[in-house]
C-alpha cells in the first residue's frame, strides 16, 4: 500500500519527540476511529476501549522510531486495532465452547416490538451476528470509510474478495434488518 | 455495466455511488443515465441499508479514556543546550553529574541559570569529580 502523502506523518514524528499538542492532536485525530472501529467489530463498550487505549500505548512505542515507507499510519494503526479485536474474538469463542452461552434469540418477533424500534440495538446486534470477516468489511468500508483498495490491504484479500464480503454482509443485514422498514 | 454488476456494486458498496471503487463509477454513471428506473430501484434499496447502519449505536471518547491516553504518550526530551553539556552527555556523566551537582556539590544554586552559568556550575562538579583535572594545579 502505498504511503505516498501520509497525512499522519509530520505528526507522528513530533508525537515520536514528545510534543504534547502533536499528542492530542493525534489523539483526536484517531481515538473516535478506533473506537467506533473496535466497537463494531466487538459490539461491547468496555472492550473497545480497552482495545483503542492498547492500540495508542502500541502507536506511543512505535513513534519515536516510526519509519515512513512500511505503511500509512492510519492502515498501521487499524491493523494494530484489528489484531487486537481478533485476539478477544477468539478468546470469546474459546470461552464459548468450553461453556456454551444461553441462547438469547435477537429476532424481529413482534413481542420484541420494543426492541425492534431500538434501530441502534438492533443495527449492532445484527453487526455482531455477521461473520468476522463480512463485518470486518462492512466496517472498514461503510464505516471507517476506507477504500476498497485501502481495505482489502489491510483484510489481505483481493479486492475481489472483499466486494464479495461486503456484498454477503450487506445482504444478511438487510434481512436481519428488514423489519425496521415495515 | 448490466444491471447484474450495478446491483452487486450496489449490494456491496452502497447506495451512493462515489462511495464506489473510483474505478467503475463513470460506468455506473453512465448505467444510471441509461437505465434511470433500474438503478434508482437497486440504489434505494442499498440507501435504505446505508441509513440503518448509520443508525447504529456510536461511542464517543470520554475524557477519562482520552486522558489515559495522553499520559501514557512519549514524554518530551529536553534538548541539551550546550556543546560541553553534550559532551559531558557523551562521557556518560551528564545526568548523575547534573543531579550530583543540584544535590550536593553547589547547594543552593539554581540549575536552570542561563547555560554559560550552567557550564560553570558542570566544570566545576567535573573537577571535584576528577572528569576534570586542573594542570596547573601543584597537588
Known amino acids: 500500500m502505498s504511503t505516498e502523502g501520509d497525512p499522519d506523518q509530520e505528526l507522528i514524528a513530533r508525537v515520536g519527540r514528545g510534543d504534547p499538542a502533536a499528542i492530542q492532536a493525534l489523539v483526536a485525530r484517531k481515538l473516535p476511529r478506533m473506537l467506533q472501529l473496535a466497537h463494531r467489530m466487538l459490539n461491547d463498550a468496555a472492550e473497545a476501549e480497552d482495545v483503542a487505549q492498547e492500540a495508542f500505548l502500541r502507536a506511543w512505542k512505535q513513534a519515536p522510531t516510526w519509519q515512513p515507507g512500511a505503511a500509512r499510519f492510519d492502515t498501521w494503526l487499524h491493523r494494530v486495532a484489528l489484531n ?12 464459548a465452547m468450553a461453556e456454551p452461552p444461553e441462547q438469547v434469540d435477537t429476532g424481529p418477533a413482534a413481542d420484541r416490538g420494543l426492541l425492534a424500534r431500538d434501530t441502534g440495538r438492533r443495527v449492532s446486534a445484527a453487526m455482531a451476528e455477521l461473520p468476522d470477516r463480512q463485518r470486518e468489511a462492512v466496517t472498514l468500508c461503510h464505516y471507517q470509510e476506507l477504500t476498497n483498495i485501502e481495505a482489502a490491504a489491510l483484510m489481505g ?18 434481512a436481519a434488518l428488514a423489519d425496521l422498514r415495515e | 455495466m448490466n444491471l447484474d454488476r450495478f446491483q452487486t456494486l450496489a449490494d456491496a458498496f452502497g447506495g451512493s455511488i462515489t462511495r464506489w471503487p473510483v474505478e467503475v463509477q463513470d460506468a455506473a454513471f453512465a448505467f444510471t443515465a441509461a437505465s434511470p ?3 434508482a430501484l437497486a ?7 446505508d441509513e440503518d447502519l448509520d443508525g447504529a449505536e456510536r461511542l464517543s471518547p470520554g475524557a477519562a479514556l482520552r486522558q489515559r491516553i495522553i499520559d501514557a504518550a512519549p514524554k518530551s526530551r529536553r534538548p541539551m543546550r550546550t556543546p560541553f553539556q553534550r559532551w559531558l552527555a557523551g562521557a556518560g556523566v551528564g545526568a548523575g553529574l547534573a ?35 586542573d594542570e596547573g594545579d601543584p597537588s
Do not use: K, P
Not at chain 2, 440504489?43 to 441499508?49: E, I, S, T, V
Not at chain 2, 544554586?109 to 572528569?131: F, P, R
Open chain 2, 37 to 39: 428506473d433500474e438503478a
Open chain 1, 84 to 95: 487486537l479485536c481478533y485476539d478477544r474474538l477468539r478468546r470469546r469463542r474459546e470461552v
Open chain 2, 99 to 133: 543531579a550530583a551537582t543540584a544535590a550536593g556539590l553547589i547547594a543552593g544554586v539554581n540549575l536552570s541559570a542561563a547555560s554559560a552559568g550552567e557550564d560553570a556550575l558542570l566544570i566545576a562538579a567535573a573537577y571535584s569529580s576528577g572528569l576534570l583535572v
Open chain 1, 157 to 174: 484479500v483481493t479486492v475481489d474478495a472483499l466486494e464479495s464480503l461486503l456484498a454477503r454482509g450487506r445482504r444478511a443485514l438487510r
Open chain 2, 43 to 49: 440504489l434505494a434499496a442499498a440507501r435504505d441499508l
